[in-house]
């Protein structure tokens, strides 16, 4: 990076938080603290409620995808705006009739306190893993970047994004996003232009050929981890789940100056959301196009690990695999040329076997690489071979030009800091008004105690979130890490929550057993999706499951246990 690179860098990013701070640093009543600013309008709501799911990792990981999996991802995302009409519909206005700072405050109304209680601490675990990896992913890059250790690099990133976190609340966090959304269009579509100035004219038939842009597939097949189905059904229910109830979410869209304005901010997502990703995964598929045309790509995009393997006692073993690599590429690019000449020419009778030659060649790059993989985990047991998240980072390193380098590593770090203020944000009002009030009632009287003691949380879950990511690893690709992680609670207490909506006579006793079986089964056909091949689906369908297990299991319950009053008075 040049000096412009940190210029642009820095200042984007110290002068974002540093605003967010200064503008916010007088809030001190819990409901400006908690919810936000009540004259919050539509518009700054959508790219809140954006800018929470877009964290480093949407930015880092989905390009790499794209590179290796083409855009079949984006069907992840075809229930999504289903699931933000019925949230506008159903949940959000039970959120402001009621009035309250978080969504299980409602089970605990509907319900009893410890089902309140469970529907929290199922939040609170998956949401405090997940901000660990939304401080992993942009720390990745700053280490590649500088070749300074991971591990320092996540506590730097996480005292910076705690301290406007804390200071000024949900505030200071709808204010920063804005800006931050901002610098992540500006740089992602000028890394697009920057691409596709890069790229020859017929970029896009080549990654079709190349089986890149397949981005629906409509067969039943229940291992293929993205289809068609598992993305509408499996999305819908992971979506209205992450949308509904998750407090990271309703956080950003209960505290609107009205009903309306959460509304419009919602259906704002619903119309960017599958666009944005097929962007990001169309980018990632045409860098895999543009490294076709490259003299030498990397056998393994993780540099760092690729070196220190090469300079190790292992070094033949990879110098070899470098050279067959090259030999292979070699051989690609003149069967690529060779298939774009004869669809030049419209040549249908040699097209087919010219292509099926390209494709050929391909899958020989493919087996070497996947060859490294084997070998690097032989001489390092502990490495991650899954390099997807460093092919978006490595082009931009090698490929744009000083200053735009710059720009799209703010870009990350944007992403990654709006991402992890929203989830801290959340953490914190979860901890204060479900499980600290549940002990501690809120000073009436002592406003300033009360956003004292919510600071206080927020600060303690980026200190957890920084620990979890400094002592864990992580070995799927980072989107697909997070999307499983919230897959395992996401359906189960979207299932409490429409159990409370919809089936009035089921009561606190039994939709609480019944939450904790249903989650004993999501863990269980998790744990056991190897030993067991029928087990082993996608894992969007864990949202369907767990949600139609809670709501069948509470049904069960309630017809067969004794209707008896539970600790809260409730029946």
């Known amino acids: 990076m040049t000096l412009l690179d940190w210029i642009v860098l820095v200042g984007t990013m110290v002068g974002i938080a540093a605003y967010g701070t200064w503008r916010t640093r007088h809030t001190d009543h819990l409901d400006t603290y908690l919810k936000g600013n009540r004259n919050t309008g539509w518009v700054t709501i959508g790219i809140s ?7 480093a990792i949407t930015f880092l990981s989905i390009p790499g995808q794209g590179y290796e999996s083409g855009l079949g991802f984006v069907q992840n995302y075809f229930g999504l705006p289903l699931a933000l009409i019925i949230v ?85 966090v709808n204010l920063t996003q804005k800006w931050q959304m901002g610098v992540i269009f500006g740089g992602m579509v000028t890394a697009f232009a920057v691409l596709v100035a890069k790229l020859p004219d017929n970029s896009l038939h080549i990654a079709g050929a190349l089986g890149k842009l397949e981005a629906v597939d409509f067969s039943f097949n229940p291992n293929a981890r993205y289809t068609f189905w598992s993305g509408l059904l499996g999305g819908l229910f992971l979506s209205l789940s992450y949308f509904g109830t998750d407090q990271s979410q309703v956080q950003r869209y209960i505290g609107g100056a009205a009903l309306r304005e959460g509304r419009l901010g919602l259906m704002f997502n619903a119309l960017l959301k599958i666009p944005m990703q097929l962007f990001i995964l169309l ?18 995009f993780n540099r760092v690990e690729w070196q220190q393997a090469v300079e190790g006692p292992h070094r033949a073993t990879f110098v070899a695999l470098e050279q067959r690599h090259t030999a292979a590429h070699v051989d690609r690019q003149q069967k690529l040329n060779a298939w774009l000449a004869v669809r030049e020419n419209a040549d249908p009778i ?60 703010a870009v990350m770090f944007a992403a990654a800091l709006g991402s992890k203020a929203g989830e801290l944000n959340a953490l914190g009002t979860t901890t204060t008004i479900d499980l600290w009030r549940a002990w501690r009632p809120l000073a009436v009287h002592n406003e300033a105690r009360n956003v004292r003691n919510a600071k206080i949380w927020t600060a303690a879950w980026g200190a957890f979130s920084v620990c979890f990511a400094l002592f864990f690893s992580f070995q799927e690709n980072l989107i697909e890490g997070t999307n499983i992680i919230a897959s395992l609670f996401y359906g ?15 009561r606190g006793h039994a939709v609480f057993w019944a939450a904790l079986l249903a989650e004993v089964l999501i863990w269980g056909i998790f744990l056991l999706r190897h030993e067991i091949p029928k087990l082993n689906f996608s894992y969007l369908w864990y949202n369907v499951i767990g949600c139609f297990a809670c709501v069948i299991f509470s049904l069960l319950l309630q017809a067969v246990l004794p209707k008896l009053k539970t600790t809260d008075g409730h029946k």
């Open 283 to 300: 980018l990632g598929a045409l860098v895999f196009v543009f490294y076709q045309f490259q003299p030498n790509p990397p056998v393994f």
């Open 49 to 55: 409620v954006a800018a929470t799911q877009a964290s």
């Open 492 to 506: 189960v207490v979207l299932g409490l929550f429409l159990v409370a909506f919809f089936f009035k006579h089921v």
């Open 350 to 409: 040699v097209e087919p076997a010219a292509r099926a030659a390209m494709v050929t060649a391909q899958a020989n790059v493919d087996a070497i690489r996947a060859e490294a993989k084997k070998e690097l985990i032989a001489a390092k047991p502990s490495i991650n071979t899954k390099d997807s998240d460093y092919v978006f980072i490595t082009f931009i390193l090698t490929q744009l030009p000083s200053g735009v380098v710059g720009l799209l590593i």
């Open 88 to 172: 506008c519909a159903v949940f959000l206005p039970i959120y402001r009739k009621l009035g309250v700072y978080t969504a299980y405050e409602y089970l605990g109304n509907r319900f009893d306190k410890k089902t309140r209680l469970l529907g929290a601490i199922f939040f609170l675990m998956q949401r405090g893993v997940q901000a660990g990896i939304t401080i992993y992913a942009p720390a990745i890059i700053l280490s590649t970047v500088l070749g300074w250790p991971l591990k320092l690099l996540i506590v730097i990133i996480g005292v910076v994004v705690v301290v406007y976190t804390v200071t000024g609340g949900s505030a200071a």
